[in-house]
T-cell receptor, first 108, second 113 residues
Framework: GIQVEQSPPDLILQEGANSTLRCNFS?????LQWFHQNPWGQLINLFY???GTKQNGRLSATTVATERYSLLYISSSQTTDSGVYFC??????????FGKGTTLSVSS | ETGVTQSPTHLIKTRGQQVTLRCSSQ?????VSWYQQALGQGPQFIFQ???????GRGNFPPRFSGLQFPNYSSELNVNALELDDSALYLC????????????FGSGTRLTVV
């Protein structure tokens, strides 16, 4: 089955810094999403981005489908950005395949 | 509109017992998917229910079973609990199978002792 790899596994930042999270996937996909898991365990959908670039406030994402990777950019990070960021892809139309996540810690 | 609600939030069971977890889908959503998230890992797909029928299943044994009700709420049942079943169980609802608009609940933390 399709493999999803995220890097780095852990990231520690000072408030105000910028960061880039990467997601590589092993096969073509028709659905790619980025999620943020908050400390209470809830997964919050950040972007649906099977290709192209999207921006939402301080967050933006780019997916280059032909090269099988996606990037999540966080600018001017805040302590509330802390948590685990997951990339998830879909092939067969029912199952999201998640990477292992990037754990982000932002300190003030 | 209400989001996805899961109950209970935490649960402790003994190995060999059976457990039922519940999920109420977001208003207007007709599809429910269940995921298991072990500590430090990404969620893994268990199965999906669409119009009260199983509509896809991940690599989980038959002792993991589910139901979807006419109001689109869902249950996840696990029989003969094993220690490795300890995990966060997440429910997600969406409109239609494969739709990108997934809304996740906060999960049920199951501990098997």
């Amino acid at each position: 089955g399709i493999q999803v790899e995220q890097s780095p596994p852990d990231l520690i930042l000072q408030e105000g810094a910028n960061s880039t999270l990467r997601c590589n996937f092993s096969d073509s996909v028709n659905n790619l999403q980025w999620f943020h898991q908050n400390p209470w365990g809830q997964l919050i959908n950040l972007f649906y981005i099977p290709s192209g670039t999207k921006q939402n406030g301080r967050l933006s994402a780019t997916t280059v489908a032909t090269e099988r990777y996606s990037l999540l950019y966080i600018s001017s990070s805040q302590t509330t950005d802390s948590g685990v960021y997951f990339c998830a892809v879909m092939q067969a139309g029912t199952a999201l395949i998640f990477g292992k996540g990037t754990t982000l810690s932002v300190s003030s | 509109e209400t989001g996805v609600t899961q109950s209970p939030t935490h649960l402790i069971k003994t190995r060999g017992q059976q457990v039922t977890l519940r999920c109420s889908s977001q208003s207007g959503h007709n599809t429910v998917s269940w995921y298991q998230q072990a500590l430090g890992q990404g969620p893994q797909f268990i199965f999906q229910y669409y119009r009260e029928e199983e509509n896809g299943r991940g690599n989980f044994p038959p002792r993991f079973s589910g139901l979807q009700f006419p109001n689109y709420s869902s249950e996840l049942n696990v029989n003969a609990l094993e220690l490795d079943d300890s995990a966060l169980y997440l429910c997600a609802s969406s409109v239609g199978a494969g739709n990108y608009g997934y809304t996740f609940g906060s999960g049920t933390r199951l501990t098997v002792v």
